[in-house]
Structures are given as structure tokens and as C-alpha cells.
């Protein structure tokens, strides 16, 4: 399930690696916004995806979300991780708060 550099790691249970989308530094019309006014980026791509939790059965339920998808976060939360320089984040499946139609 996981994919590129992410075959050193792999998430745990029902978590869910992913990589936010770079804020945009620039409007349409070319102005650019300082980096003071920036907000949170809230949408990013799930990376790498654990196999899922058990419940009280002990069956294993899957994950909702599968690598490549795009899905909308909550503002605050999820566990930074640092993988060959880059900025990643960690976060429960349910945690993340929807995805996006392709």
C-alpha cells in the first residue's frame, strides 16, 4: 500500500499518511499574498495507508481512503513525521473529514 520512498514506512492500523498541498502564494491576478497571510492548507494526498483497525470482533475493517486520493483535514491535529526532507503528516482514518470526487 505504500508507495515511492514510503516502503521505509508504513502506517500502523487506521492510519494515514499524507503530504498537504503547498499554499498558494499568488491570486489570480498575480498579486502576490506575504507569507504572514497565508492560511492553513486543509486538503492534501494521502501517501501511504495502514491496513486498518480491528473491532470489538476482531475483524479487521479497512480504510476508507486508499493511496492517491485527496481528502480535506481537520485544522488542527495528526502527528508530524520528516521523510527524506519532506513534510508529512499523520492522522487516524477517521480523523480526516471527507474526500474529493476525482
Same mark, same amino acid.
Given at each position: 500500500?505504500?508507495?515511492? *520512498?514510503?516502503?521505509?514506512?508504513?502506517?500502523?492500523?487506521?492510519? !494515514?499518511? %499524507?503530504?498537504?498541498?503547498?499554499?498558494?502564494?499568488?491570486?489570480?491576478?498575480?498579486?502576490?499574498?506575504?507569507?504572514? *497571510?497565508?492560511? &492553513?492548507?486543509? @486538503?492534501?494526498?494521502? !501517501? *501511504? %495507508?495502514?491496513?486498518? *483497525?480491528?473491532? /470489538? &470482533?476482531? @475483524?479487521? %475493517?479497512?480504510?476508507?481512503?486508499?493511496?492517491?486520493?485527496? %481528502?480535506?483535514?481537520? /485544522?488542527?491535529?495528526?502527528?508530524?513525521?520528516?521523510?527524506?526532507?519532506? /513534510?508529512?503528516?499523520?492522522?487516524? @482514518?477517521? @480523523?480526516?473529514?471527507?474526500?474529493? /470526487?476525482?
Amino acid at each position: 500500500m505504500a508507495t515511492r *520512498a514510503f516502503k521505509k514506512f508504513l502506517p500502523l492500523f487506521d492510519r !494515514v499518511l %499524507v503530504e498537504r498541498f503547498a499554499p498558494e502564494t499568488k491570486t489570480k491576478g498575480g498579486i502576490m499574498i506575504p507569507e504572514k *497571510a497565508l492560511s &492553513k492548507v486543509l @486538503d492534501a494526498k494521502v !501517501v *501511504a %495507508v495502514g491496513p486498518g *483497525a480491528k473491532n /470489538e &470482533k476482531g @475483524d479487521l %475493517v479497512p480504510p476508507s481512503i486508499t493511496v492517491g486520493d485527496r %481528502v480535506l483535514l481537520p /485544522e488542527y491535529g495528526g502527528t508530524k513525521v520528516e521523510i527524506d526532507d519532506n /513534510e508529512y503528516f499523520l492522522f487516524r @482514518d477517521g @480523523d480526516i473529514l471527507g474526500k474529493w /470526487e476525482s
